[in-house]
């Protein structure tokens, strides 16, 4: 069985380290936060000046000089500080954020990512994500690999405009947990009851099967 | 030395058609409400506005935006209004899309004196098309230049009359920058306080950068995603 978005972001979860600290994009990513691990302290980025993001407010605690980067009502926690936008990329660019989980419309098997506009469709922006994916430690993206539409993410080449060239680590996705390697794609986990076949022909891109594959525990 | 204004509407009396404004402010949050209100009133146009976003339809700076008075808009993301896009896809509005730490950075360099720098973040993307690039120990970089403006228009949470700043939680976001990299930067208060009232080693935006400051009133204090858990 495929995953389903929150078992995406749950196996994303566990990508976390004691003393992290996480910037996590919208989508999926942001499910990635019920998730963490017990017994470990990770810490939330928001690019708009924030670290430690604690849970979304009760009513009483509800504060609109308090958001995160998708314009969420969110609370502080104990040790959390704020900061300008240019100490918060100062941060992102500068190599201090752990690890960026965040969505993707395409990604290919070099790594380069495309998450930010379909021209002639939508004119939104790149926000953040272009500092993100170039700053942090490490980038995972947390996605469906299959589009409802059929049409497959996981390619050779992006066909749309990309976020940033070979800046992508690793890949969870419905299907697996890929790693971006100097040979391409490589098939590390698998989810449960689903074969190599099925995973291959969900990517356009050639993948290589880990030798020590292993089935995703949900 | 009397930097205190009776008014938004004051604050901006000698704002003219044209005129280049920074606006601080991360969607709906920490928005200057009352300013962006009387440069509403003024009826200034062709203005060139920069701010992180451009507020939803009809909040924040999507004000400005639906009466015609913004030519051109420097942002990151612009996602919350669809006025913007009708008014982009038609033509009528000239826009800029700046990864948003590459927007903080171009101001902070504004204000900073300094020429520009050299970015990994684009490099290889359509942001890098007509830039200059290097490498740099071993990364592409592409180099980007200073962002300056006429106005700063700010709210802070607690101003003293000299103009030292303070502001609150995520409010702050792109307002200290903005405020150094103006020729006019004029800040609204929720509270005005005396001289000295201020802790010093709390202060975000010290006095040199302030050029006018006011009492602000009636904040609406918009929120646009209203994101609650049940207790």
């Known amino acids: 069985m495929p995953l389903t978005r929150s078992q995406i972001a749950a196996r994303a979860a566990r990508e976390l380290k004691d003393g992290y600290y996480v910037n996590l994009g919208i989508g999926i990513p942001t499910m990635v936060a019920n998730y963490v691990p017990k017994g470990i302290d990770v810490i939330f980025q928001s690019e708009n000046g924030m670290l430690g993001i604690g849970p979304y407010p009760t009513e009483a605690e509800l504060d609109p000089d308090l958001i995160n980067a998708g314009k969420e009502t969110v609370t502080e926690i104990k040790g959390t500080s704020y900061f300008s936008s240019a100490d918060s990329f100062a941060m992102i660019r500068g190599g201090h954020i752990d690890i960026a989980i965040l969505g993707a419309m395409e990604v290919s098997e070099n790594g380069d990512l495309a998450n930010w506009t379909i021209p002639g469709k939508v004119v939104k922006g790149m926000g953040g994500a272009m500092d993100l994916v170039s700053g942090a430690k490490r980038v995972l993206v947390a996605m469906e690999q299959v589009a409802k539409d059929g049409s497959k993410k996981l390619l050779k080449e992006c066909r749309l405009p990309i976020t940033g060239k070979k800046c992508v680590n690793g890949i969870i996705t419905e299907l697996g947990l890929y790693d971006i390697t100097p040979q391409g794609l490589v098939l590390r986990e698998i989810a449960p009851g689903v074969t190599p076949e099925e995973v291959q022909a969900a990517c356009e891109a050639k993948i290589r099967i880990s030798p020590e594959l292993r089935t995703i525990a949900v | 030395m009397n930097k205190v204004v009776g008014s938004a509407d004051e604050a901006v009396a000698d704002m003219k058609d044209g005129a280049v404004i920074f606006s601080g402010g991360f969607g709906l949050c920490g928005n200057p409400e009352n300013l962006i209100t009387a440069i509403h009133k003024k009826g200034v146009k062709n203005l060139t506005v920069v701010s992180n976003n451009c507020g939803t339809n009809d909040k924040g700076l999507g004000i400005l935006l639906q009466s015609k008075q913004v030519k051109k808009m420097i942002a990151s993301y612009v996602g919350e209004n669809k006025e913007f896009e009708r008014q982009y896809l038609a033509g009528e509005l000239e826009v800029e899309l700046n990864p948003q730490g590459t927007l903080a950075e171009r101001i902070r360099a504004g204000g900073a004196g300094l020429g520009g720098f ?52 995520t409010a702050r976001n792109f307002s200290p920058m903005m405020c150094t990299a103006a020729r006019i930067t004029i800040a609204e208060v929720e509270h005005l306080v005396e001289v000295g009232e201020l802790e010093p080693d709390s202060v975000h935006v010290p006095s040199v950068y302030v050029k006018r400051i006011f009492q602000g009133s009636n904040y609406q204090k918009w929120i646009e995603k209203r994101t609650l858990r049940t207790a």
């Open chain 2, 118 to 169: 050299f970015t990994p973040t684009g490099a290889g993307t359509q942001i890098a098309e007509g830039k200059e690039s290097r490498v740099i120990n071993g990364r592409e970089m592409i180099f980007e230049t200073p962002l300056k403006a006429d106005y700063a228009i700010v709210r802070a949470w607690k101003g003293d009359k000299w103009g030292n700043l303070v502001f609150r939680k």
